[in-house]
Structure formats: structure tokens, C-alpha cells
């Protein structure tokens, strides 16, 4: 089972949707948990990080959930600059994070 | 005021060649990272490095060899350089000495092999 595993998508939505994505990770005992956006031909770039209350940034909310190793996004009225490739991050306990191979986001006008 | 930043941004060059890549982070990091993300988009840690001390060697082939001269550079040297280098090649660093915090990327360089 991979550390992190998300859905490649892409996901397609219309301008003003909301869209939700989820990840899931293999090691109980990670603590730390981030969202990050990658946009073509750029670097990642941390959105959020995910705390286990759950937490909002403006239209963007996550969620942890521990018993069942997963978190989620999720983006409220999407934008078109909402377009990009979105990275679940989990700590491995080995001193790094991995990386999930990321989910497409395609918001269309 | 670029808080990690790599050079070259493109590396275009033969089989077989040697070539280095430098990072640099003026965040006040003690944990630095190189990454490798192929075709395929899959973002894989190669390396990272401590205040200057080894934590995290993974399956890498020995051709590929970071030096940190200091706690705020992480330079990638390339030997005998093979196709299969063709990639995308990241800096990051982070605060603290777990590996456990938000890290900050620079902007990549792209390699590709002639």
C-alpha cells in the first residue's frame, strides 16, 4: 500500500462549484498533515496545513480523520485560478514528508 | 527577496556529462531537501540535510552527490549523467530538525538529457 494515495482525477467542475478531494495515508502514528498546490510547470506551494479539529481558510476547509486515515478538501465556489494540481502531505515519522502524486483540479468557465 | 532559490532554472545537456545544481535558502532553515518529480508528476525525496549533516539518503544512485557547506546551501552534484536524470529537480527547506514541518520549495530546475 503506497504512504499516500490519492485520486489522480482530473476532476472537471464549473466556475462556482464545490469540489471536495480526499486522500488517504498508511502510517497511524503521522502527526503532521498539509495540503499544498501545484501549478503547471511551478513549485509546490503549501495551500494549508490540516489540524485535527479541522480547519478553514477562507473557501478552502480540511479535515482530518484519524480512525479512518484519511484527509479532505474542500474548495466552495471554485474560481478558474482554483486550476492546478492539489498534494496531500503526511509526515513519514522517518524525519520527512511524502508526497501524494497529487489530484487534477480543472475549473471551467 | 526569493526565499529558496536554485540555479540553473534549465539544464539542458549530453549523456555522460557531470553538472551541479546549487540551493540556496535565506529562511533561517536548519532542514534542507533536494526532490526529484519525473514525467509522471510523482514528487520523490532524494536527499536532506540538517544543519549540515546527512538524515535522509534514499535509494539514489551513488552518481548523485549533495554537498552542504553550510546550513543555508544544498548543492546536487550529477556525475556521468544518464537519461533516465531527465527531471524535474527541487529545493526545499523547513524549520526545525524532524522533517515534520511545512517545507518551501524553490522554483526547480529542469534537466534534460541530449
Known amino acids: 500500500r503506497k504512504e499516500v494515495e490519492q485520486d489522480p482525477g482530473p476532476f472537471n467542475v464549473p466556475e462556482g462549484a464545490t469540489v471536495a478531494f480526499n486522500c488517504t495515508y498508511s502510517?497511524?502514528?503521522?502527526?503532521?498533515f498539509f495540503w499544498y498546490r501545484q501549478d503547471c510547470r511551478k513549485e509546490p506551494k503549501l495551500l494549508m496545513s490540516?489540524?485535527?479539529s479541522g480547519n478553514e481558510d477562507g473557501r478552502f476547509t480540511a479535515q482530518l480523520n484519524r480512525a479512518s486515515q484519511y484527509i479532505s478538501l474542500l474548495i466552495r465556489d471554485s474560481k478558474l485560478s482554483d486550476s492546478a494540481t492539489y498534494l496531500c502531505?503526511?509526515?513519514?515519522?522517518?524525519?520527512?514528508?511524502?508526497f501524494g502524486s497529487g489530484t487534477r483540479l480543472q475549473v471551467q468557465p | 527577496d526569493t526565499a529558496v532559490s536554485q540555479t540553473p532554472k534549465y539544464l539542458v545537456t549530453q549523456m555522460g556529462n557531470d553538472k551541479s545544481i546549487k540551493c540556496e535558502q535565506n529562511?533561517?532553515?536548519?532542514?534542507m531537501y533536494w526532490y526529484k518529480q519525473d514525467s509522471k508528476k510523482f514528487l520523490k525525496i532524494m536527499f536532506s540535510?540538517?544543519?549540515?549533516?546527512?538524515?535522509i539518503n534514499e535509494t539514489v544512485p551513488n552518481r548523485f552527490s549533495p554537498k552542504s557547506p553550510d546550513k543555508a546551501h544544498l548543492n546536487l552534484h550529477i556525475n556521468s549523467l544518464e537519461l533516465g536524470d531527465s527531471a524535474v529537480y527541487f529545493c526545499?527547506?523547513?524549520?526545525?530538525?524532524?522533517?515534520?514541518?511545512?517545507?518551501?520549495f524553490g522554483d526547480g530546475t529542469r534537466l534534460s538529457i541530449l
Open positions: 502510517n497511524s502514528a503521522s502527526q503532521s
Open positions: 529562511l533561517g532553515h536548519d532542514t
Open positions: 490540516v489540524y485535527s
Open positions: 502531505v503526511v509526515d513519514t515519522g522517518r524525519r520527512a514528508l511524502t
Open positions: 526545499a527547506s523547513s524549520q526545525g530538525n524532524y522533517g515534520n514541518q511545512p517545507q518551501h
Open positions: 540535510y540538517n544543519n549540515k549533516e546527512l538524515i
